[in-house]
């Protein structure tokens, strides 16, 4: 290097690297972990900007060298910013105050106070037995009593699945939550285990009468997911005189693994829902101890989104969860419909591919299979993210069930969003663009020749004007409003009251994408300015305030209504043409899609006939 190149360099660098790394630290408001993060990429930038000026002269082979050595550095910082694997404190706040001492049917446990004191959280309770040994993909076993008193400051571990990048979690929420400001913390890597069957209660503190209770199921495909995510904190809800419990369940190949060789092991030949018999094991404990911790086992509402949804739906039709529960919530999924598009198979398909994972790790018996180490076996390439028709937790089709009147439910708050499909076609979009001279190909590929071709032309108008937005419309329509409109539909033809929602909310760019509903129903909304969720203008608080007092209203009362300075919504009437509207304006909304909802319904009759 020339000597005024070399003095280039050190002027250039420092300057650069001080301003690069003052706007960022500025402008994202880092913290420490990722604070050394973007400080290093930022030298690693001025460096890259400055080395490509100096050697810009010299041959390829040394020009390259600054590229080579920002990929490793980058790699390298990347792995050393990354947050730890961490226990999760169930208080948002240092040094939480611990409640008294709570008895339950099996021991003791003590939690702790949330900030203001009005709630008591009990994060990390054992519902079952560890399904560890042998008792992987087995039925849930009733926990054992424990000594002592228990610690339940810190959630337990989430269920074994795919362990995500948190910087890649981190841009997916950057664009989900319509933000430039990263926050790498907010993805700790929560602790993972088979030993996952435990529970959280937030319950308003000083209870004096048995009050009524939401158990909250959540989502992630059946594939991934934590019953310790902010989205549904149950603080806020516990402050409105309810108690909120979520649960973790068994996920992927540990919850939904089916073999012929576990149906004859079970005394009740089942196999391929042990993550919905955790859930039922889990509402027979919240039964059983409900007394103890001020819980109204009369009173018991479930709740839960996407997966979590589809297991409410799956609840309500299950012969186990009779008499477990009083009335359901359901946000954007659902299996009552009369082919399920996702979440749902049948004992031959789910024999067929529990054979095709045997194979895959070369096993001959499940005592070989249980063999294999829990965070190996998590690298199936078999996503098992569907529950079966298995004879014993569900013994018809979830459709059927409501045909024949036995659903468990006695009322139903149910709905979607407008733009549900995001998430899923986006992706793909981003690879491969969808528009008006390839979205008939895709529709024929999805929904075969006929259907495809039929979709197309109910949706020529919208395609012509915006390719992608009708192919991510009739995608929304298919895979979640149809199945809602299914469930809302059947169930109030068997005499249920049913109140039903569209949620259109929009948040920026993308839109009222899958999930985003679930801040505002639960009260988790952030308050201070520098949140991704923080809206200036107040809409999003008084949104949550609303959907907040519905949904614990709902709990209380099976009637989302009970206050006068709500918006009344009116229970859904099959000879009316609207359901609630919950966005920016609340209100009674025209129902859409009707035309494409009779195309699925039609669709589905067409495949039911064997034409696949």
């Not at 337990?156 to 926050?183: C, F, G, N």
Request: a negative charge; proline letters at 4%; glycine letters at 8%.
């Amino acid at each position: 290097m020339k000597k005024g190149g070399s003095i280039a360099f050190w002027i250039l660098f420092p300057i650069l690297t001080l301003i690069f790394s003052g706007i960022i630290i500025f402008y994202f408001d880092l913290a420490n972990g990722p604070l050394y993060l973007f400080i290093i990429e930022c030298v690693c930038l001025g460096l890259f900007i400055v080395s490509r000026i100096v050697l810009r002269h010299q041959k390829f082979v040394f020009r390259m060298i600054p590229t080579l050595s920002i990929v490793v550095i980058t790699a390298l910082t990347i792995g050393f910013a990354r947050p730890s694997i961490e226990r999760k404190s169930a208080a948002y706040y240092s040094n939480p105050v611990a409640t008294e001492v709570l008895t339950l049917k099996n021991g003791k446990v003590q939690g702790v106070y949330n900030q203001d004191k009005k709630v008591e959280i009990y994060a990390g309770v054992p519902y079952a037995k560890a399904p560890i040994g042998d008792l992987r993909w087995k039925e849930p076993q009733p926990v054992e009593d424990w000594n002592g008193v228990k610690d339940c400051s810190y959630f337990a571990p989430r269920a074994m699945q795919s362990d995500q990048s948190p910087v890649i979690s981190t841009l997916v929420d950057m664009y989900a939550e319509k933000s430039w400001h990263p926050d790498y913390n907010m993805h700790p890597r929560q602790e993972m285990s088979e030993d996952c069957l435990y529970l959280n209660i937030w319950r308003p503190a000083n209870i004096e009468a048995p009050v009524p209770i939401l158990v909250y199921i959540h989502g992630g495909s059946l594939t991934s997911g934590s019953s310790a995510y902010e989205d549904y904190n149950g603080e806020e809800m516990a402050k409105t005189g309810v108690i909120m419990i979520t649960i973790a369940y068994r996920l992927g190949v540990f919850g939904y693994f089916a073999h012929e060789d576990l149906a004859k092991e079970s005394a009740n030949g089942t196999t391929g829902n042990y993550g919905l018999l955790d859930q039922i094991q889990a509402l027979k404990w919240i039964n059983e101890n409900a007394s103890y911790f001020g819980g109204d086992t009369n009173n018991i509402t479930i709740a839960g989104e996407s997966a979590g949804s589809s297991s409410v739906s799956a609840l309500c039709t299950s012969p186990l969860a009779k008499g477990l529960f009083k009335r359901a919530i359901g946000e954007s999924s659902s299996l009552v419909v009369k082919l399920p598009p996702h979440t749902y198979r049948k004992k031959d398909v789910a024999l067929k591919m529990g054979n095709d994972i045997m194979k895959e790790f070369n096993c001959s018996s499940i005592e070989e299979l249980r063999k294999i180490p829990a965070d190996k076996l998590i690298t199936t390439k078999y996503e098992n993210s569907a529950m079966t028709l298995d004879g014993y937790a569900l013994t018809k089709d979830p459709y059927q069930v409501y045909v024949d009147g036995e659903n468990n439910e006695e009322a139903l708050l149910n709905g979607y969003n407008v733009l549900e499909a995001d998430a899923f076609v986006i992706p793909t979009y981003l690879l491969s663009p969808t528009n008006k001279d390839n979205i008939l190909e895709r529709l024929k590929k999805s929904f075969g020749d006929i259907y495809g071709q039929k979709f197309y032309d109910l949706y020529q108008e919208k395609i012509n004007k915006d390719a992608f937005a009708a192919f991510n419309e009739i995608f929304s329509v298919y895979w979640f409003m149809y199945p809602h409109y299914s469930w809302m539909n059947i169930a109030y033809q068997n005499g249920l009251d049913v109140y039903s929602y569209q949620f259109t909310k929009n948040n920026g760019f993308h839109g009222t994408y899958h999930s985003g509903e679930m801040i505002y129903a639960y009260g988790n909304v952030k308050k201070d300015n520098h949140s991704y969720r923080y809206d200036q203008s107040g809409s999003d608080t008084y949104l949550s305030y609303v959907m907040l007092s519905y949904w614990s209203n709902f709990a209380k009362t099976g009637n989302p209504n009970n206050a006068s300075n709500l918006p009344t919504w009116h229970k859904y009437q099959s000879d009316q043409d609207y359901i609630m509207e919950l966005g920016l304006r609340i209100g009674d909304k025209n129902i859409e899609y009707k035309d494409a909802f009779a195309l699925c319904d039609e669709y589905s009759e067409y495949l039911l006939k064997g034409n696949y």
